[in-house]
Every structure is written in structure tokens, then in C-alpha cells.
């Protein structure tokens, strides 16, 4: 249980165009999931918080203009990259809570990944 | 920033031997949880360790905790080549919804 899909797996795209990545909860409804950056060899760096029905939460220098998180169901959570530029290429990962657990006890799962090329 | 460091950075043994990765924090915690991702893929939980927890294990996995000095480490033992992967340590602040993660140590496991 507790599935995590995203989709795609991989997207190139041309300079100035815009990427929508989607993350869904496949068994289980995510009221609230994350968004992660990770360049290669690196850590995961959080990009925002997810909530359904409200607006992401970014954390201290990710442009909300940028990159446009949409929460619009409880299994569905999209990251839109908005006129992409090659220094956004990297990879975006998604996560959800196990449902039905408080956070502190809570670990976390993870779509598959998105491969982010822009040139 | 909480986020944890991990050493060593990358690690190197043979098959059949244990792995030792060390992670540290720097503010309080409700629990401390390590991660494993296969290259250009995403993470999957390995185990998670509750503050008021001193070691925990899970199959050929041992974790301990060590509040006082906000660290942490994983055991491998018994290692095999399936186990070559990064391993990232993720903490949570009190009161915080969201993890941090470390940097993560690179393992390879020679066969």
C-alpha cells in the first residue's frame, strides 16, 4: 500500500516553454504532499508544501511564480515549471505521509522521480 | 537549517562486510528516519527511529540514536551488491510537518 506515482518520468523541453509534472497517490488520499529538487550526487532540498484545497507553503527562496504547485484533489498534486530555463533542469521528486499516522511517526513515500532537461 | 550531515560522503567495501553511516542534526527531534535511493530513482523508507528510542532494527539494518549528541548511524550488515545505493538520513523538527534530509553517503558494495 501507500503508492506514489509521477509522471513523467522523464521530459525535455525547449527554453521558455513550461513542464507540468504530476504526483498521485495511488491507494491512499494525501492531504498533503511534497515537493523536492535534488541536483546530481546531491541531497534532497524541499521546494514546498502541498495542501489540498489551499495554497503550497514554499520554502525561503523557491519562486511560487516559478514553480506552480496545484493540490486540486486529495490524490492529485501537480508542479508546474514555468518558462523553464537550463538552470531549472535537475530532478523533482514527490512524496505523501502514510496516511492515518500522526507526522511524527509518519514516514514518507515517494513518487519515482521526474528527469527535468531544458535546453 | 537542520539539515543533517552525513559521513562519510561515500563508501566502498565488499560483499559480505558491514556498513557504517553516521548522520548528524542539529536541533530537536520527534523522530530521525533513513532513506534509501537507487540512482535516479526515488527514496524508500528503511526505518525510523522515535527521540525517545536508543536503537531499533530491521532485518540486517540496526539504527541507533543518540539525542545528546544528535547523531545517529546505520548498520549494514552482511552487506550485498543489491545494497549499493545512497542512504540519506531525515530528521523533523518539533512541531514541524516536514523532513530534512541529509547529504547523504554513496555505498558500493564490490562483489
Known amino acids: 500500500g501507500a503508492v506514489v506515482s509521477q509522471h513523467p518520468s522523464w521530459v525535455i523541453c525547449k527554453s521558455g516553454t513550461s513542464v507540468k509534472i504530476e504526483c498521485r497517490s495511488l491507494?491512499?488520499?494525501?492531504?498533503?504532499m511534497f515537493w523536492y529538487r535534488q541536483f546530481p550526487k546531491q541531497s534532497l532540498m524541499l521546494m514546498a508544501t502541498?495542501?489540498?484545497?489551499?495554497?503550497?507553503?514554499?520554502e525561503q527562496g523557491v519562486e511560487k511564480d516559478k514553480f506552480l504547485i496545484n493540490h486540486a484533489s486529495l490524490t492529485l498534486s501537480t508542479l508546474t515549471v514555468t518558462s523553464a530555463h537550463p538552470e531549472d533542469s535537475s530532478f523533482y521528486i514527490c512524496s505523501a505521509r502514510t496516511p492515518g499516522r500522526a507526522f511524527y511517526n509518519s514516514p514518507l513515500h515517494f513518487g519515482n522521480g521526474t528527469r527535468l532537461t531544458v535546453t | 537549517s537542520q539539515q543533517g550531515e552525513e559521513d562519510p560522503q561515500a563508501l566502498s567495501i565488499q560483499e559480505g562486510e558491514n556498513a557504517t553511516m553516521n548522520c548528524s542534526y542539529k536541533?530537536?527531534?520527534?523522530?530521525l528516519q533513513w532513506y534509501r535511493q537507487n540512482s535516479g530513482r526515488g527514496l524508500v523508507h528503511l526505518i525510523l527511529?522515535?527521540?525517545?528510542?536508543r536503537e531499533k532494527h530491521s532485518g540486517r539494518l540496526r539504527v541507533t540514536l543518540d539525542t545528546s549528541k544528535k547523531s545517529s548511524s546505520l548498520l549494514i550488515t552482511a552487506s550485498r551488491a543489491a545494497d549499493t545505493a545512497s542512504y540519506f538520513c531525515a530528521t523533523d523538527g518539533r512541531g514541524a510537518q516536514k523532513l530534512v534530509f541529509g547529504q547523504g553517503t554513496r555505498l558500493t558494495i564490490n562483489p
Open positions: 536541533t530537536s527531534i520527534n523522530n
Open positions: 527511529i522515535r527521540s525517545n528510542e
Open positions: 491507494d491512499f488520499q494525501a492531504t498533503t
Open positions: 502541498s495542501n489540498e484545497g489551499s495554497k503550497a507553503t514554499y
